[in-house]
């Protein structure tokens, strides 16, 4: 059974910073493509970051420049460095398996980030 468990969120003030992290488990970490998602209150989850197994990123246009996504296969885990925090960052992150851009496993709990301004 997959398992993704997202961690490192919390609350920050405008500007700062934070590294989300994402252990999988139950699937072959290595060869999968990852991504990050958000979802704000009240608003659609929304696509942010993904990394290929050979560590190919791309990101959303809204983000570029401020998130990095990095994967420690080793540890079946992946990261979103997020730097000079705005509020409109506000909102649950989640990761998953991409199959090409879709979503592949259930959906972890997320963790919170919240920017106060």
């Known amino acids: 059974q997959v398992q993704l468990v997202e961690s490192g969120g919390g609350l920050v003030q405008a500007g700062g910073s934070l590294t989300l992290s994402c252990a999988a488990s139950?699937?072959?970490?290595?060869?999968?493509?990852m991504g990050w998602y958000r979802q704000a209150p009240g608003k659609q989850r929304e696509w942010v970051a993904r990394?290929?197994?050979?560590?190919?990123?791309n990101y959303a246009e809204s983000v570029k420049g401020r998130f990095t996504i990095s994967r420690d296969n080793a540890k079946s885990t992946v990261f979103l460095q997020i730097l000079s925090l705005k509020p409109e960052d506000t909102a649950v992150y989640y990761c998953?398996?991409?199959?090409?851009?879709?979503?592949?496993?259930?959906w972890g709990r997320g963790t919170q980030v919240t920017v106060s301004s």
């Open positions: 139950g699937t072959a970490f290595s060869i999968n493509r």
């Open positions: 990394i290929t197994s050979g560590g190919s990123t």
């Open positions: 998953n398996a991409l199959n090409g851009v879709i979503p592949v496993y259930p």
